[in-house]
C-alpha cells in the first residue's frame, strides 16, 4: 500500500502530497507548492520517480524546481496549462506579487484525456475537472482521490481569476467526485482531508448541483 504524508507549505499552506512505497523505495509528490526542506526530509531513503500537478498556480508548483534538482522525476501536467508553469501572470504569481515570480521547470508528462496511467506501479486515474483552471486534473490512485482546488472540506475552489467558471467547477465535482464511492477519501489543495459522503452531506455548495 502506498504511504500518504501530507506537508502543508508555503504562504496559502498548500497540502503537498508525498506518496511513497515502502517495498520499491519510489516515491511520487503531488503539488509541490513551495520548496520547503521538509519535502526532501520526506523522500529520504526513497526515489521520487514522479511530480503531479493539479493545476499550475504558483502556489502549487513552487517546489517543483527544487526536488527536480535533486531527483529528476517526471512532472505531469494537463496540457491547456503547461505553459503556466513558465508563465509568472498565468500562474498569478504576477499578480500576488510583482516581485516574487514563481516559476517551474518544463513538465514532461503532458495529460491531454481522461485515462489510466501507471504510477509506481499501480493503476492511476487521471480526470481532467476544470472550472478552478481549464486544466485542472483529478488523481485517483489506490481508491484515494488528489482533487487540488476542485474541492475542500465544507467548500469548493475559487474562480474569481481570469481563467475560472463557477459552472463548469460544479459540473467538474458532479461528474468526477459525487460519482466516486462514498467512502473514498479526498485529499485537498489546502485544509483537512475529507470524504465523498461527508462533502454531500455536508457540503453548502451542493445544493447548486440541482440546478445543473
Ligand atoms: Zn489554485
Ligand atoms: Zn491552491
Same mark, same amino acid.
Given at each position: 500500500?502506498?504511504?500518504?504524508?501530507?506537508?502543508?507549505?508555503?504562504?496559502?499552506?498548500?497540502?503537498?502530497?508525498?506518496?511513497?512505497?515502502?517495498?520499491?523505495?519510489?516515491?511520487? %509528490?503531488?503539488?509541490?507548492?513551495?520548496?520547503?526542506?521538509? /519535502?526532501?526530509?520526506? $523522500?529520504?531513503?526513497?526515489? $521520487?520517480?514522479?511530480?503531479?500537478?493539479? #493545476?499550475?498556480?504558483?502556489?502549487?508548483?513552487?517546489?517543483?524546481?527544487?526536488?527536480?534538482?535533486?531527483?529528476?522525476?517526471?512532472?505531469?501536467?494537463?496540457?491547456?496549462?503547461?505553459?503556466?508553469?513558465?508563465?509568472?501572470?498565468?500562474?498569478?504569481?504576477?499578480? %500576488?506579487?510583482?516581485?516574487? #515570480?514563481?516559476?517551474?521547470?518544463?513538465?514532461?508528462?503532458?495529460?491531454?484525456?481522461?485515462?489510466?496511467?501507471?504510477?509506481?506501479?499501480?493503476?492511476?486515474?487521471?480526470?481532467?475537472?476544470?472550472?478552478?483552471?481549464?486544466?485542472?486534473?483529478?488523481?485517483?490512485?489506490?481508491?484515494?482521490?488528489?482533487?487540488?482546488?476542485?474541492?475542500?472540506?465544507?467548500?469548493?475552489?475559487?474562480?474569481?481569476?481570469?481563467?475560472?467558471?463557477?459552472?463548469?467547477?460544479?459540473?467538474?465535482?458532479?461528474?468526477?467526485?459525487?460519482?466516486?464511492?462514498?467512502?473514498?477519501? /479526498?485529499?485537498?489543495?489546502?485544509?483537512?482531508?475529507?470524504? %465523498?459522503?461527508?462533502?454531500?452531506? #455536508?457540503?453548502?455548495?451542493?445544493?447548486?448541483?440541482?440546478? /445543473?
Amino acid at each position: 500500500m502506498l504511504h500518504v504524508n501530507a506537508i502543508a507549505v508555503g504562504d496559502l499552506a498548500t497540502n503537498c502530497y508525498v506518496l511513497t512505497d515502502t517495498e520499491t523505495r519510489n516515491a511520487a %509528490v503531488i503539488d509541490p507548492g513551495a520548496p520547503d526542506d521538509r /519535502l526532501v526530509t520526506a $523522500l529520504k531513503g526513497y526515489k $521520487l520517480t514522479d511530480i503531479l500537478l493539479t #493545476h499550475a498556480h504558483f502556489d502549487h508548483i513552487g517546489g517543483v524546481g527544487l526536488l527536480a534538482d535533486i531527483f529528476t522525476p517526471q512532472i505531469w501536467i494537463h496540457e491547456l496549462e503547461a505553459a503556466w508553469l513558465n508563465d509568472p501572470e498565468r500562474n498569478l504569481s504576477a499578480w %500576488v506579487s510583482p516581485l516574487a #515570480h514563481v516559476t517551474a521547470p518544463p513538465a514532461t508528462v503532458i495529460i491531454k484525456e481522461h485515462r489510466t496511467y501507471t504510477l509506481l506501479g499501480r493503476d492511476l486515474y487521471v480526470k481532467h475537472t476544470p472550472g478552478h483552471t481549464p486544466g485542472h486534473l483529478v488523481y485517483y490512485i489506490e481508491d484515494k482521490a488528489f482533487v487540488g482546488d476542485l474541492i475542500f472540506c465544507g467548500s469548493v475552489g475559487r474562480t474569481d481569476f481570469p481563467d475560472g467558471d463557477h459552472q463548469t467547477l460544479l459540473r467538474s465535482i458532479k461528474a468526477e467526485i459525487l460519482s466516486l464511492p462514498k467512502q473514498t477519501p /479526498l485529499y485537498p489543495g489546502h485544509g483537512p482531508a475529507t470524504t %465523498v459522503d461527508t462533502e454531500k452531506t #455536508h457540503n453548502p455548495f451542493m445544493q447548486q448541483m440541482d440546478t /445543473l
